[in-house]
């Protein structure tokens, strides 16, 4: 079975600009969960989608915004891009509940300038 | 709010010894427990999830679970030089998100 898969792998984005993230979850998995790594602050969680539903949603400025497909893939958008912005990030999927095990994606790493 | 605590290390150990990787939570509602390992510039891995007290062994890993002192636990066995990278423990409360410790960087020395 196929694995979570992300694109683009890495991106480079100047100040101002908006960035659009993709994942495609394991098949037959239907939550999809985005997060943000960075060195100082760890692994912090982003939103959760659910049958095209987004379920669960942490302490992020509205510039962060996501959408699920009929087909469980999701996309993640970032307006206004910050120097902060500057992370990888990071998909994981789930069968359904969002306490269950999540496997992840490789990872997009985005850059700022 | 909902913490996982990590000790960030680096935690060094020779190889063939037993590391012993420490994780506490705060949030005594947390009911699933999961550790993952990440190697530098890769994303992270499971490597085996628990729910009940007590002890759960995989090959050279073993998670142990205490509720009551609200701490999570991953030993590894015949520490290997390709077991150095950072672990991650992450706890639910259930039907919401996992919340992360920021991890503890493993260093075993050949």
């Known amino acids: 079975k196929a694995g979570v898969t992300q694109t683009p792998r890495y991106l480079i984005k100047t100040r101002g600009q908006q960035v659009t993230l993709s994942c495609s979850p394991i098949s037959g998995h239907r939550s999809v969960s985005w997060y943000q790594q960075t060195p100082g602050q760890g692994l912090q969680f982003l939103f959760e989608y659910f049958s095209e539903t987004q379920r669960n949603k942490g302490n992020f400025p509205g510039r962060f915004s996501g959408r699920q497909f009929s087909n469980s893939r999701s996309e993640m958008n970032v307006s206004t891009l910050e120097l902060g912005d500057s992370a990888l990030y990071l998909c994981?999927?789930?069968?359904?509940?969002?306490?269950?095990?999540?496997?992840f994606g490789p990872g997009t790493r985005l850059l700022v300038l | 709010q909902k913490e996982v605590e990590q000790n960030s290390g680096p935690l060094s150990v020779p190889e063939g010894a037993i590391a012993s990787l420490n994780c506490t939570y705060s949030d005594r509602g947390s009911q699933s427990f999961f550790w993952y390992r990440q190697y530098s510039g890769k994303s992270p891995e499971l490597i085996m999830f628990i729910y009940s007290n007590g002890d759960k062994e995989d090959g050279r890993f073993t998670a142990q679970l205490n509720k009551a002192s609200q701490y999570v636990s991953l030993l590894i066995r015949d520490s290997q030089p390709s077991d150095s990278a950072t672990y991650l423990c992450?706890?639910?409360?259930?039907?919401?998100?996992?919340?992360f410790g920021k991890g503890t960087r493993l260093s075993v020395i050949a």
């Open positions: 992450a706890g639910s409360t259930g039907n919401t998100p996992l919340v």
């Open positions: 994981a999927s789930s069968l359904g509940r969002p306490e269950e095990t999540q496997y």
